[in-house]
């Protein structure tokens, strides 16, 4: 029997640390280096052999953010990223040694990421530390979806009000347009919002699938009640059953406390699960439970919990075509599809396009303390534009034209301007050869390419995704192009 027991004394302990993605280095308390993992290489620039042997500090710049982290163990609740000073070169490594516990700080890696740093001391048998592990992971993910919770809640909070504005207000003024399309989608808001009937809306990004399911909600009974948005293209994978579901106190490493999740928040109220075509396949038996029988269950719990929540689904996807392609379960989709609403785009219905284009006026005119007005020949220019970014598009551009048209007339030129791309092109002056200057045209497209991308997705997370770049160099250009 003795055979079939891994004797772990014989495993390379160099070979199993090269195969953890997260940066690792050991060193003695005087702050030698003994060992580096490839990942640690990778990260910091530095081979195995040009670190061992030498003093921490004479191998990396070291740029640690002291932090009144609490001392238990990693979650997104207990990290606060106001609380960043000045940084200190002080090795997290020589403090754990020093101190003889473990300690963790926030530090930053050589290309800017920002990375959660954790020194553990080694104890000889006099009690003495011998050695001490440090492990480095990569907290962009982590610090983008802090970012990205943050701003569900606040926008959550804003909702509430809105809806009680609406409701003690009622109108359709949050859907606008005297097309033969609005007039039915009217309609079937009216038919299904009294009942609890669950709904799946698809249109294209910007055709206003969250205005619907508002509209629905506020026309219920459950009008007072919690509305709870979850963008399931914005939530890492691996967070998403936690937020959705809830989780007991050491369900994972980081559960710290048992957390409600956001089913249980809507309780009552709408839920609105927005891309659901984004949602991960591995959860999709959970969703369709919950969507079953009612009732949820914490990660790591063995109650179940009841819920009544009304719940509206929207994607820019074909399911059915997800469905054929294995990409969606058919069970889910029809558990979802119970009441479907399509949402044509707005180049189907262009008579839409005035009654639209003069809320948002108004809407801009107010905001920026103008009074402007369309022309005849403005209001055709407009109609006659395919709007490929939907209603979304047409407030953008609204906004744009209050902006810069200097006359109070908004004149069919103006909307040409716009829509040919002078907006997008540099405002600053050419050079003598007739030329802008290639910093100055760049920026300028950088900046448009980002309020674009956050007006449509209102994550800096997802934002980095799109553009194939890192959140926190989305966040860096945010601020200095003063993009709110």
């Given at each position: 029997m003795s055979s079939n027991?891994?004797?772990?004394?014989?495993?390379?302990?160099?070979?199993?640390?090269?195969?953890?993605d997260h940066p690792i280095h050991i060193i003695t308390p005087d702050g030698i280096v003994q060992f580096v993992n490839k990942a640690w290489s990778n990260v910091y620039g530095v081979s195995r052999e040009d670190a061992v042997g030498k003093h921490i500090k004479d191998v990396v710049e070291i740029r640690n953010f002291y932090l009144e982290l609490d001392k238990s163990p990693l979650s997104i609740s207990n990290i606060n990223y106001e609380m960043l000073d000045e940084p200190s070169d002080q090795s997290v490594a020589i403090m754990a040694a020093n101190e003889k516990r473990p300690v963790t700080m926030l530090s930053q890696t050589p290309a800017n990421n920002q990375?959660?740093?954790?020194?553990?001391?080694?104890?000889?048998?006099?009690?003495?530390?011998?050695f001490v592990v440090t492990i480095i992971q990569d907290l962009t993910m982590l610090s983008s979806w802090h970012s990205y919770l943050k701003e569900v809640h606040e926008e959550n909070e804003l909702t509430q009000k809105e809806l009680l504005y609406l409701r003690a207000n009622l109108n359709d003024s949050s859907l606008l347009g005297n097309s033969k399309s609005m007039s039915e989608l009217r309609k079937l808001i009216s038919i299904v919002a009294p009942s609890d009937a669950t709904v799946l809306i698809h249109g294209e990004s910007g055709t206003g699938k969250e205005v619907v399911s508002k509209e629905i909600h506020f026309r219920s009974g459950r009008a007072e009640k919690p509305f709870i948005t979850v963008n399931c293209a914005a939530i890492p994978e691996n967070l998403m059953e936690s937020e959705l579901f809830g989780h007991?106190?050491?369900?994972?490493?980081?559960?710290?406390?048992?957390?409600?999740?956001?089913?249980?928040?809507?309780?009552h109220g709408t839920i609105l699960l927005d891309e659901i075509g984004e949602f991960p396949m591995s959860l999709q038996p959970k969703l369709l439970r919950v969507l079953q029988e009612r009732e949820i269950r914490h990660v790591g719990g063995t109650k179940t919990i009841p819920i009544d929540v009304r719940v509206i689904a929207a994607t820019n996807r074909d399911l059915h075509q997800m469905v054929k392609d294995g990409q969606f379960r058919s069970d889910l989709f029809y558990r979802l599809n119970v009441f479907p609403i399509n949402i044509l785009p707005l180049r189907d219905r262009p008579e839409d396009i005035p009654a639209l284009a003069s809320s948002f006026l108004a809407k801009f005119n107010k905001k920026y303390n103008k009074s402007k007005f369309f022309t005849p020949s403005s209001i055709i220019a407009l109609e006659h534009y395919p709007w490929p970014g939907?209603?979304?598009?047409?407030?953008n551009t609204i906004e744009r034209l209050v902006i810069i048209s200097n006359e109070p007339a908004i004149t069919a030129d103006d909307v040409n301007y716009i829509m040919n791309a002078g907006f997008n092109a540099p405002q600053a002056a050419v050079n003598s050869y007739g030329f802008v200057d290639l910093k100055t045209a760049v920026e300028n497209l950088e900046k448009e390419m980002i309020q674009t991308a956050y007006a449509e997705f209102k994550s800096s997370y997802k934002v980095a995704e799109v553009l194939g770049t890192s959140q926190s160099t989305i966040a860096r250009k945010m601020k200095q192009y003063e993009i709110e």
């Open positions: 027991i891994l004797d772990l004394k014989k495993i390379d302990i160099s070979e199993f640390a090269d195969i953890i990375v959660l740093v954790s020194g553990n001391p080694f104890f000889d048998e006099n009690g003495e530390v011998s007991e106190k050491g369900a994972f490493t980081g559960a710290v406390s048992s957390k409600a999740g956001l089913f249980e928040m809507a309780n939907n209603a979304r598009e047409l407030e």
